[in-house]
């Protein structure tokens, strides 16, 4: 039921914290103190968020009305209203600076990242780069004065931050430029300053024996069976792992042996098809009954191919699988999710597969500039042939002491 001026006039604080719900997720906050805020929850990008909107009764109900009303129009046309509300405030603060440029290069473009990335971009900033360079006029930044900001996170070891940092600037630095409010990027003068970050490499396991033990100790595990199943689904698909945790029910075609990942989770933005060999499909056979089941009582939750342990309407965890492995005697420096692909891309090289194939099945980028154009449907005939013969490999190094080349592309 909404507020009224009567009922706010009457509230009296409590021993704890008191919340007075008005409707549209804003809320008068009432602590033990006295104290009387007004407070507005709200997703944006799906992460849940609050805006205060003023103390009562100096903003009075009519007037907290109307500043969620404003917030939600700033939601509905894709700007987050608390990220707003700082760049304004740092803007009444002083002249253009760099920190007030890049949350409205940030605000302007995060609605099309993903939540998680866009996330990232701005903690880096705010601990890596603000510190130093946010109130600067972001005109007056010369590439020295960049520099020895990146090279306070190059000296702490963190030579990949340093360099991604660099990328941030200057995507800010070009928005500056292209909105009039700088001159030049001076990022591109300092090609070759940092040095480049140590190449990393997801551990995996490519001898064909070890292969074998390792897909028989994940027949073997003895932990949750859902995790279980993400196991023994992660070599026959070799997609990222987080595409695989965050798996749904209704993008997996069991009868037609297909699984189409939709682009906003994808790595390149772009829609994937997953062909599901005859092993894949009976794996998740066995799991439907269990994860996909209570659909009628919960008809816009999400569904959850791998749902944690804890909440059907959670992924699985993104430690889950590396947990596991290392349950089953694997150490870091042998194996991890991620190096379900390495396996994969590194056997099916061998074996003489098509390089535009697997590439494709690996949803890496295009290098080409001539087929720059992304066709999530190219090469699938081919594609399914080699998963399916993927997955019959697999099958035999589980049972043969021997492992010759079982396969090769017709």
Not at 28 to 53: A, D, F, H, Q, V
Not at 189 to 200: I, N, T, V, Y
Not at 208 to 215: D, E, H, N, T, V
Not at 253 to 276: A, N, S
Request: hydrophobic letters at 40%; aromatic letters at 8%; glycine letters at 8%.
């Amino acid at each position: 039921m909404p507020l009224t001026d009567r009922a706010l006039r009457s509230a009296k604080p409590q021993s704890k914290t008191v919340k007075l719900f008005d409707g549209g997720g804003m809320y008068l906050e009432i602590n033990p103190g006295g104290g009387k805020w007004w407070r507005w929850k709200y997703r944006y990008t799906g992460k849940e968020k609050r805006l205060s909107l003023g103390v009562y009764p100096d903003v009075s109900l009519k007037a907290a009305r109307e500043k969620r009303d404003a917030a939600r129009r700033q939601l509905a046309a894709g700007i987050d209203p608390g990220e707003a509300r700082k760049a304004e405030k740092l803007a009444q603060a002083g002249a253009e600076s760099f920190e007030v440029i890049a949350r409205e290069w940030h605000a302007k473009f995060s609605p099309g990242w993903v939540a998680s990335h866009g996330d990232r971009i701005m903690r880096r900033l705010e601990m890596d780069v603000f510190p130093w360079l946010g109130k600067r006029p972001i005109a007056d930044i010369r590439a020295p004065e960049l520099l020895t900001a990146l090279r306070r996170i190059e000296s702490r070891g963190a030579q990949e931050t340093a360099h991604r940092a660099m990328q941030n600037c200057g995507q800010v630095f070009r928005y500056a430029v292209a909105t009039g409010r700088a001159e030049r990027d001076p990022t591109g003068d300092l090609r070759g300053a940092l040095p480049p970050p140590k190449e990393k490499h997801h551990a995996s396991i490519i001898e064909p024996k070890r292969i074998g033990a390792l897909l028989r100790a994940i027949d073997d595990y003895e932990g949750y069976y859902v995790t279980k199943c993400a196991l023994r689904l992660a070599p026959l698909v070799f997609v990222r792992p987080g595409e695989l945790r965050q798996a749904q029910w209704p993008e997996i075609d069991l009868e037609k042996g297909e699984w189409r990942i939709p682009g906003e989770r994808m790595k390149m933005r772009e829609q994937h098809i997953v062909p599901l060999s005859s092993q894949a499909v009976e794996i998740l056979r066995e799991l439907e009954p269990l994860t996909n089941r209570g659909i009628e009582a919960r008809p816009n939750a999400p569904r959850f191919v791998f749902p944690s342990a804890r909440s059907r309407e959670r992924a699985m965890s993104n430690n889950a699988v590396l947990a596991a492995l290392r349950r089953m005697g694997y150490a870091k420096d042998e194996m991890t999710g991620h190096g379900f692909r390495s396996m994969a891309s590194t056997l099916l090289h061998e074996q003489g597969w098509n390089h535009q194939v697997i590439e494709r099945q690996l949803a890496h980028a295009e290098r080409n500039a001539v087929s720059a154009a992304y066709n999530f449907a190219e090469h699938l005939p081919e594609r399914r042939r080699m998963m399916q013969a993927w997955a019959d490999y697999l099958d035999a190094l589980k049972v043969r002491a021997e492992v010759i080349p079982l396969f090769k592309q017709a």
